[in-house]
């Protein structure tokens, strides 16, 4: 069995190991960032930490905290979710409901959307070098914000 | 022709054909001034019927305003039943993402640990969702008790304007009864200058007209079974002055 999280997302639904998923939330306020890609909503302060969110659908209501090697990451786009323990997937490393298999949400690879130096330099000035992830780079933020709009939808 | 017996005067002025022309006359005048009085009732009628409706269109336009209000308070107190709906449903919502921590909570720790933490947060998310369900059902059902109380407030609006309107139309044929009322007032006036009578005189005379019609017809049936001395002692008293009002008629049309 394993424990954790499993989200419903319009795209399919997707297996959190308890190990990573910190938190469910109700989705704060969420600032957009200059030049982050579609996936990539902005930031937002959450558990009093600042903390970079994207995306998995279109829904804004809640939000997942997950930690990913060390990174606070915010998961959005989800309608619904079911917590517990859950069976093995017969492959790879979801779990399984109902007979069907549950993928794992790749959380690393979506924590890599943050990488700011693999952004379109539009808004930002280039940087070439170091490897930068939003993580203490909020200041990067727009000055303005709104929640949910203004927002490209897949 | 004088020397006459004046119940046989009598009779033989009354069965006397009256002149055509006079006759005709007196019923024209008779009949113009019925008609008249015809329709002054109707005309006053009219008003008085024109008021009435004017009086009860401004109770109804009372009890529709009162309507109006209790629509519109109503509709805000609905208003505000629906806002406390969507934060119950909030608190609903809030509730099963407590429960969601729980079990997953109760899944981080290991396996028996976590076991109360699952099943306690399985049963808070159910009774949450039906939570939810139930205020999202609510609030439908509120959004359409709302399109309701527009559908009335709208209705009501439309009876307003619609009894104004009658109110309007009622104040006009009231105005309109009120002049013919003087339109006619003037025609009596007119009337009563072109004949010389007026509709009381009119009255009196076809009442008198009648009784003697009445009194011809007693006659004639009395006429060869009763003593023409007796009819002439039982009668005399009461038709003596008519009989000398006809005889001067009488002495007036021959001289």
């Known amino acids: 069995m394993r424990g954790g999280i499993v989200l419903r997302a319009a795209s399919g639904s997707f297996f959190v190991p308890a190990a990573v998923a910190r938190e469910l939330r109700t989705a704060p306020e969420i600032t957009r960032i ?121 | 022709m004088a020397d006459e017996k004046p119940q046989r005067r009598l009779l033989r002025l009354l069965r006397r054909r009256p ?20 329709a002054v009732t109707s005309v006053r009628e009219v008003g008085e019927a024109t008021q009435r409706i004017a009086s009860n269109l401004a109770k109804q336009r009372g009890a529709v305003d009162g309507i109006a209000d209790r629509a519109r308070a109503i509709a805000s107190r609905s208003s505000e039943l629906s806002q406390s709906l969507r934060r119950v449903h909030e608190v609903f919502e809030r509730l099963a993402v407590l429960a969601l921590n729980a079990s997953l909570e109760g899944a981080r720790q290991p396996e028996g640990v976590g076991q109360p933490l699952l099943l306690i947060g399985d049963e808070v998310r159910n009774h949450a969702a039906r ?97 023409e001395g007796l009819v002439a002692s039982v009668l005399r008293p009461a038709v003596e002055p008519l009989l000398r009002l006809l005889a001067y008629e009488s002495d007036e049309d021959d001289s």
């Open chain 1, 34 to 154: 200059l030049g982050a890609p579609e996936d990539v909503l902005g930031v937002a302060l959450t558990a009093g930490e600042v903390v970079p969110v994207v995306r998995i659908g279109v829904d804004r209501r809640l939000l997942l905290l997950c930690s990913v090697q060390d990174d606070l990451l915010g998961v959005v786009g989800f309608e619904g979710a079911r917590a517990g323990l859950f069976a093995e997937a017969s492959e790879g490393t979801g779990v399984s409901i109902d007979g069907h298999d549950v993928p794992e949400l790749a959380l690393v690879e979506l924590r890599d959307l943050l990488v700011v130096d693999r952004w379109s330099t539009r808004g930002l000035s280039a940087t070439t070098g170091e490897r930068r992830t939003l993580r203490n780079t909020h200041l990067l933020a727009e000055p303005t914000s709104d929640r949910g709009s203004g927002r490209r939808e897949p």
């Open chain 2, 131 to 227: 939570g939810t369900e139930l205020a999202r059902e609510l609030e439908s059902a509120f959004g359409d008790v709302t399109g309701e109380l527009a559908q009335i407030g709208a209705s009501v609006e439309s009876t307003k304007e619609t009894s104004h309107e009658a109110s309007s139309e009622s104040a006009r044929a009231g105005s309109a009864a009120s002049n013919a009322e003087r339109a006619l007032q003037e025609v009596r006036e007119s009337l009563r200058r072109t004949t010389g009578t007026d509709p009381e005189t009119m009255r009196a005379l076809a009442e008198a007209a009648e009784h003697a019609r009445a009194l011809v017809t007693s006659l004639g049936t009395l006429s060869g079974k009763v003593p």
């Open chain 2, 19 to 38: 002149k055509a022309k006079p006759a005709r006359d007196s019923a024209d005048q008779n009949s113009l001034w019925i008609a008249h009085e015809r």
